[in-house]
């Protein structure tokens, strides 16, 4: 696939400036049928896109088919978003002579977009992550067009896909140059640059997003930068968790780190359990068991391998299992230590090895086990396998746990991100550059939208959302109540 040129890109670029402000008027409602629209042209492609794909990812069809249905899922979930009408954060404050210190004047706020929005899209998830990934999809829903950046990885899907994208789009009634695919680290590059450009997002390694993390705040210009970039996922198991149902947790961790040859961001990279667990054995016949497999690509096994023979050179760690690479199949690693000796030097080894490569810690006590929690910088989760009867004991270090991750999960696995209105995929850095927003979820909306204010303005010149009337029909907090209705709201 040859690389967007200077020319291709400045074109690109000029169209989504120019559709900014149509896509951005059109109503909600509106919004939502060119989502729609989308959603049903990429299923009608999924016999063309998946045997794309399984060329260029390596990944089995169930998987790919899955994430298409994913896919356009989300953007219908996006469209119902847009339809119940929240996301617009509208409140309307009426003007109070009386108030206390000083008389208030009519205020009504609302969310607007920002504008075009430059998206990375990531190797990993060719199609949940990629050209119709959820950053697409919810900047289109936001009102932004989006100028999408291929991965290297899987060209020639990105290439088709977004002409099913576009060509959808157009037959909807969206704006000329609502989207695009560009080609090409330059183009990713001068496009983030350029001052067309208002928000940008990213999916992949915490070096490559810190550089245009970079980028991006020091432009004549800044404008935000939504990275996911490097988590570890630590799991951590009480006795009476193990006691109850070792094998079973032991079971569900080696399927856990596994998944997709361990390429989830969301894969467990370590397991803390009791001193005296008696689960070796399991763990080993277990990770053995797993088969090898295929990885995305090329460069992303030979990282993998790199970080892998970091990890087992470690004098803090032990190998209870090696995978090594065959045919370009790789086979899962397990290596092990205690939570003593990772907290005598922990940065070696609190480094995220994307791969099917994990590492068991063994702790003496709770004392140990939150001191081990808390040498964890920023994660997407933190996992707690329990009993109810630890429930008092765990406050501790479930309040460690949340300062340090984005989403909590008991008593289950972190791989598997569902797309819901309460979802949270994010974290403090270096999980991601902006651990108050989601990338996953009807949330992620919020990123590609900015508050504006409109004081004592005649009704005439309101936007639809602030009138007194309330045509769309939407939720707004009134003077402080949530309501649908419209009228009724008081003049001075």
């Known amino acids: 696939m040859n690389d967007t040129t200077h020319d291709e890109l400045d074109a690109v670029l000029a169209a989504a400036a120019s559709a900014a402000a149509p896509l951005a008027a059109l109503r909600p409602a509106e919004r939502a049928a060119l989502l729609r629209a989308a959603a049903d042209a990429l299923d009608a492609a999924a016999d063309e896109l998946v045997p794309i794909a399984i060329a260029e990812s390596a990944l089995p069809?169930?998987?790919?088919?899955?994430e298409v249905a994913r896919s356009s899922g989300q953007l219908r979930l996006f469209a119902e978003a847009l339809e119940e009408g929240s996301y617009l954060e509208v409140i309307i404050d009426?003007?109070?002579?009386?108030?206390?210190?000083?008389?208030?004047?009519?205020?009504?706020?609302?969310?607007?977009?920002?504008?075009?929005?430059?998206?990375?899209?990531?190797?990993?998830?060719?199609?949940?992550?990629?050209?119709?990934?959820?950053?697409?999809?919810?900047a289109l829903a936001a009102g932004a067009p989006v100028v999408l950046k291929a991965h290297?990885?899987?060209?020639?899907?990105?290439?088709?896909?977004?002409?099913?994208?576009?060509?959808a789009l157009r037959a909807a009634g969206a704006p000329e140059g609502t989207f695009a695919v560009v080609f090409g680290m330059d183009a990713g590059t001068t496009a983030l640059v350029d001052p067309r450009i208002k928000a940008a997002a990213f999916t992949g390694s915490v070096r490559g997003g810190r550089a245009l993390l970079d980028i991006a705040c020091t432009r004549?210009?800044?404008?935000?930068?939504?990275?996911?970039?490097g988590s570890l996922n630590p799991v951590f198991v009480t006795q009476a968790a193990v006691a109850a149902r070792g094998e079973a947790i032991v079971d569900g961790f080696i399927g856990s780190f596994t998944l997709g040859t361990g390429q989830f961001c969301t894969k467990p990279g370590l397991m803390f359990l009791p001193e005296g667990h008696g689960l070796e054995q399991?763990?080993?016949?277990?990770?053995?068991?797993?088969?090898?497999?295929?990885?995305?690509?090329?460069?992303?096994?030979?990282?993998h391998a790199e970080e892998r023979e970091r990890l087992a050179?470690?004098?803090?760690?032990?190998?209870?299992?090696?995978?090594?690479?065959?045919?370009?199949?790789?086979?899962?690693?397990?290596?092990?230590?205690?939570?003593k000796e990772l907290l005598a030097d922990p940065d070696p080894v609190l480094q995220e090895c994307f791969g099917p490569t994990s590492i068991v810690v063994e702790y003496s006590g709770p004392d140990e086990l939150r001191a081990a929690a808390e040498a964890f910088g920023g994660n997407l989760t933190a996992t707690v396998h329990a009993e109810d009867t630890d429930a008092g004991a765990l406050s501790p270090l479930i309040d460690v746990l949340r300062d340090r991750a984005g989403r909590l999960v008991y008593n289950g696995w972190p791989t598997g991100v569902a797309v819901a209105w309460a979802m949270h995929h994010g974290g403090p850095y270096p999980s991601t550059t902006a651990s108050i927003h989601t990338s996953v979820g009807v949330t992620a909306v919020r990123r590609f939208l900015r508050p504006v204010c409109y004081q004592n303005t005649p009704q005439a010149l309101l936007p639809e959302a602030l009138r007194d009337d309330n045509p769309l029909g939407l939720p707004r907090r009134v003077n402080g109540v949530v309501t649908q209705e419209g009228s009724g709201i008081p003049h001075p």
Do not use: C, K, W
């Open 61 to 66: 069809e169930p998987r790919l088919t899955g």
């Open 94 to 138: 009426s003007a109070d002579p009386n108030a206390a210190p000083v008389p208030r004047p009519d205020l009504r706020r609302m969310l607007v977009p920002l504008g075009p929005v430059l998206v990375f899209a990531a190797s990993n998830f060719p199609f949940a992550f990629s050209v119709p990934g959820g950053d697409t999809a919810s």
């Open 152 to 167: 290297p990885g899987h060209p020639e899907l990105s290439r088709r896909t977004g002409e099913v994208m576009v060509d």
């Open 220 to 229: 004549p210009e800044p404008i935000p930068f939504y990275g996911e970039l």
């Open 282 to 303: 399991r763990l080993v016949e277990g990770a053995r068991g797993v088969g090898a497999a295929g990885m995305l690509n090329d460069r992303i096994r030979a990282g």
């Open 313 to 339: 050179g470690l004098s803090q760690l032990r190998t209870l299992v090696r995978g090594d690479d065959a045919e370009a199949r790789v086979a899962p690693t397990l290596l092990a230590t205690t939570a």
